[in-house]
């Protein structure tokens, strides 16, 4: 049985910065995909950033490109997300996931980025405020 934890939340003022972690337990991971999510007050969860562990590839939503970046760490089975240049915007539950999926291109994860996403953590929050 997967179990996923976020780490990291907190208050951070506007252009400040935080780190999100994401540890796994449970299951060797090496061949999933991982993402990161998000999900605001009164509004749908919508995907922030995917790795793909078949390739690397690497995306994002447009509204974090260039701000954030996602990485991994096999040898801790942890996935990050790496929070620059931070907007209230930004404030949110952020959650990680992982599934035995692959995204053939950026439209394919965009349109639908939590398809195939098997396994979720239960959230850390990030709040951006003065």
């Known amino acids: 049985h997967v179990q996923l934890v976020e780490s990291g939340g907190d208050l951070v003022q506007p252009g400040g910065s935080l780190r999100l972690s994401c540890t796994a337990s449970?299951?060797?991971?090496?061949?999933?995909?991982w993402g990161w999510f998000r999900q605001a007050p009164g509004q749908e969860r919508e995907g922030v950033s995917c790795l793909s562990s078949s390739d690397g590839s690497t995306y994002y939503a447009d509204s974090v490109k260039g701000r954030f970046t996602i990485s991994r760490d096999n040898a801790k089975n942890t996935v990050y997300l790496q929070m620059n240049n931070m907007k209230p915007e930004d404030t949110a539950v952020y959650f990680c996931?992982?599934?035995?999926?692959?995204?053939?291109?950026?439209?394919?994860?965009?349109?639908?980025?939590?398809?195939?996403?098997?396994?979720w953590g239960k959230g850390t929050q990030v709040t951006v405020s003065s």
């Open positions: 449970g299951s060797t991971l090496d061949y999933y995909t």
């Open positions: 996931a992982t599934g035995p999926v692959s995204y053939s291109d950026y439209e394919s994860w965009r349109v639908n980025p939590q398809f195939g996403m098997d396994y």
